[in-house]
């Protein structure tokens, strides 16, 4: 199993389809960086959608939290031939 390390997000700017899924595991397993490092990945992209759908900074701040938290507990029904992106994206 590879080991998550949240520095590498930083370096690499964007991860792969693997190091999605190790970061994934390392979130169900309730690694605090992990979770960090999930969030920092695609919360510009979460949060410039639901702006362009509402148009309110506030409103879209609340969407793209109320999205992580949905994203954060759906982790464990995560498929892994699936992409992370869509799923914090996609409309329910």
């Given at each position: 199993?590879?080991v998550?390390i ?5 370096q690499i ?7 999605s899924v190790?970061l994934?595991h ?6 605090e960086?992990?979770i ?5 990945q695609?919360?510009?992209?979460v949060?410039r959608?639901?702006l362009?759908i509402?148009?309110?900074q ?5 969407i793209t939290q109320?999205?992580f938290?949905?994203?954060l507990?759906s982790?464990r029904?995560y498929?892994?031939?699936?992409s ?5 994206i996609?409309?329910p």
């Amino acid at each position: 199993m590879k080991v998550f390390i949240p520095s590498r997000v930083n370096q690499i700017g964007r991860m792969n389809n693997a190091d999605s899924v190790s970061l994934i595991h390392e979130c169900i397993a309730g690694n605090e960086d992990a979770i960090e490092a999930f969030v920092r990945q695609y919360e510009t992209d979460v949060f410039r959608l639901a702006l362009s759908i509402v148009g309110d900074q506030a409103e879209a701040n609340e969407i793209t939290q109320e999205t992580f938290l949905l994203a954060l507990k759906s982790f464990r029904s995560y498929q892994e031939r699936n992409s992370i992106k869509p799923g914090c994206i996609q409309s329910p």
